[in-house]
T-cell receptor, first 110, second 116 residues
């Protein structure tokens, strides 16, 4: 079973920041938080991951709370092409095994 | 770099027939995964290879599904005989390492299987 809880859907206006929340209250000390997204009819695409520090790359920012029980993925300026299902995944250990939940469907509106 | 290649893109078969899917991972990636994604659900891991050895096949229905990765590069996933509930998208992914936290998975676009 997935170790994360995400809202099933969210809307965001084009050009605005999209903030996608994720709860992972049972995360253990050696587990990372990963975010992937899946655009319709494509395979999942890696976005970002982190352990306890906030992370930023060219796609997004990841904010992890100090107790590591929740995180937020931020897309700073959402475009229509960001419409996708976003998966928050907690994973650790030697096998890099990702267990996907049902994710959040982000709909970016014009 | 070239991405993960999968074929065919679509496949329609009747129940009890057999089917095979092919995956070519990113060059140099030692770890290969097969996922099954049923409509409306997230991908579910079926099997993980490290080079040509199986790391995890705990979720693979071994009575009808089989997978191999000869020579540690390309991989095939086979279903024989197929059931209606096998209708899904079969995704292949690869990564450069099984245990590095800085080696994200790269996915292909999948094969959509319809069993009638």
């Amino acid at each position: 079973d997935a170790k994360t809880t995400q809202p099933p859907s969210m809307d965001c206006a084009e050009g605005r920041a999209a903030n996608l929340p994720c709860n992972h209250s049972t995360i253990s000390g050696n587990e990372y938080v990963y975010w992937y997204r899946q655009i319709h009819s494509q395979g999942p695409q890696y976005i970002i991951h982190g352990l306890k520090n906030n992370e930023t790359n060219e796609m997004a920012s990841l904010i992890i709370t100090e107790d590591r029980k929740s995180s937020t993925l931020i897309l700073p300026h959402a475009t229509l092409r960001d419409t996708a299902v976003y998966y928050c995944i907690v994973s650790g250990g030697a096998t890099n095994k990702l267990i996907f939940g049902t994710g959040t469907l982000l709909a970016v509106q014009p | 770099e070239a991405g993960v290649a999968q074929s065919p893109r679509y496949k329609i078969i009747e129940k009890r027939q057999s089917v095979a899917f092919w995956c070519n991972p990113i060059s140099g990636h030692a770890t290969l995964y097969w996922y099954q994604q049923i409509l409306g659900q997230g991908p579910k891991l079926l099997i993980q290879f490290q080079n040509n050895g199986v790391v995890d096949d705990s979720q693979l229905p071994k009575d009808r599904f089989s997978a191999e990765r000869l020579k540690g590069v390309d991989s095939t996933l086979k279903i024989q005989p197929a059931k209606l509930e096998d209708s899904a998208v079969y995704l292949c992914a690869s990564s450069s390492s099984p245990s590095s936290y800085n080696s994200p998975l790269h996915f292909g676009n999948g094969t959509r299987l319809t069993v009638t």
